[in-house]
């Protein structure tokens, strides 16, 4: 997987940006608020129609401007073909809402189907909130690794999610606690089934990541991580489990049971990272669990993803750098932000990107 060219406009910081790339490390260069994490967020929008800042498209506009437009070219082994193709794709967004995206030419007017075209891993600032943070950040993660390589389980994510908008609406009308059980009868069915297909496919891709964390541990730069796990272990539901709480979903006009509340675990030995890792040893895990979803999408897809690393200066020893450095020659792309190519040392040979 190789992003060949990048273009973007009216996108946070970068007003007008066009790069082409031709080497396998590209370090980002600049002073602080140049647009370096801004330019790896483009690449990471490019993957999956989102921001890893977590903001929204309208929040991605550059002040004054009218819309922003990220594109993208990128080269990809296409099993079918026997060999490499290229695809060029684009997303558009404008103040007013409009979705267009571009994917060899096909226009699109939403940006799901950016999924599962060029894939990346990434690391960033944010991503210490994958072991401090709420369960909807760890779900960010699962979702999007699993997705990228799976397009039933994409289908799975939507159908869910399309049900329990219509079932959260039903319960809000309900009002008094009257509505229409056979209808929320057919939703909890729905709910239950999604849930548990999306809980198994879950399953065996944290299955994956955990065995790729313990390799990845054994190899050196995560050595300190020794005794970290991930602990994932859903109960099935079923419709009847979920009309057992309908007094209370009525009452809260919310679904309280599905794959909306799941979660994962990280743990070190037997306590839970969340609530006992220092800050550092949090991104040394993140950047772990990073470097382990790239060991997951090679595995599934037989290529590794585009791999991103934002901020890492400063969060990583520097007798771990050689080891860093070693890991990072199994990627075919990597994109690192860093102030100047020279404080990284001798072991990196990247061609950089001065914004
Ligand atoms: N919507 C926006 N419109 C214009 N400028 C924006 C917008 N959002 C963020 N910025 C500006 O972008 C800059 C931050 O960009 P970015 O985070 O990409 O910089 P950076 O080079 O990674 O900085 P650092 O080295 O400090 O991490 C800030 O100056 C911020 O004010």
Redesign the pocket.
């Known amino acids: 997987m190789y992003l060949e060219s990048l273009w973007v406009q009216g996108f946070?910081?970068?007003a007008e940006q066009r790069i082409d790339i031709t080497a396998p490390i590209t370090a980002v260069e600049?002073?602080?608020?140049?647009?370096?994490?801004?330019?790896l967020?483009a690449v990471h929008f490019l993957a999956s129609g989102k921001s890893c800042l977590g903001l929204t498209n309208a929040?991605?506009?550059?002040?004054?401007e009218s819309y922003f437009v990220v594109g993208g070219r990128y080269r990809t082994h296409d099993p079918v073909a026997g060999g490499s193709v290229s695809h060029a794709v684009q997303a558009m967004f404008t103040t007013e809402g409009r979705k267009e995206l571009r994917i060899d030419g096909t226009v699109y007017h939403g940006f799901i189907r950016l999924i599962g075209g060029l894939r990346v891993a990434q690391f960033n600032f944010n991503s210490l909130f994958l072991v401090k943070g709420m369960p909807s950040v760890r779900r960010q993660y699962i979702n999007l690794l699993i997705a990228s390589c799976d397009r039933t389980y994409l289908e799975a994510l939507s159908a869910y999610s399309a049900v329990m908008t219509r079932k959260n609406a039903l319960l809000r009308q309900s009002g008094s606690g009257v509505a229409d059980a056979s209808l929320l009868d057919l939703f909890d069915e729905r709910i239950a089934t999604l849930t548990n297909t999306i809980y198994a496919k879950r399953r065996s891709a944290l299955a994956a990541v955990g065995l790729a964390m313990t390799r990845l541990i054994a190899d050196g730069l995560f050595e300190p991580l020794s005794d970290v796990s991930i602990l994932y272990d859903p109960r099935p539901i079923s419709a009847e489990s979920i009309r057992a709480i309908r007094d209370r979903e009525l009452a809260r006009h919310a679904c309280l049971a599905g794959c909306h509340l799941d979660d994962f675990v990280l743990l070190r030995g037997k306590k839970q990272l969340r609530d006992s890792a220092s800050l550092g040893e949090a991104k040394l895990v993140a950047l772990l669990l990073t470097f382990a979803g790239a060991e997951y999408i090679r595995m599934v897809t037989g290529e590794y993803p585009v791999l991103l690393l934002?901020?890492l200066e400063g969060d990583i020893d520097m007798p771990n750098l050689d080891r860093l450095f070693h890991l990072l020659a199994r990627f075919e792309q990597v994109f690192i932000?860093t102030?100047d190519v020279a404080r990284l040392g001798g072991g990196l040979n990247a061609t950089s990107v001065r914004?």
Do not use: Q, V
Request: charged share 30%.
């Open positions: 946070r910081a970068l600049g002073s602080n608020g140049a647009g370096k994490t801004t330019l967020d929040e991605l506009i550059r002040d004054g934002d901020d932000t102030f914004l």
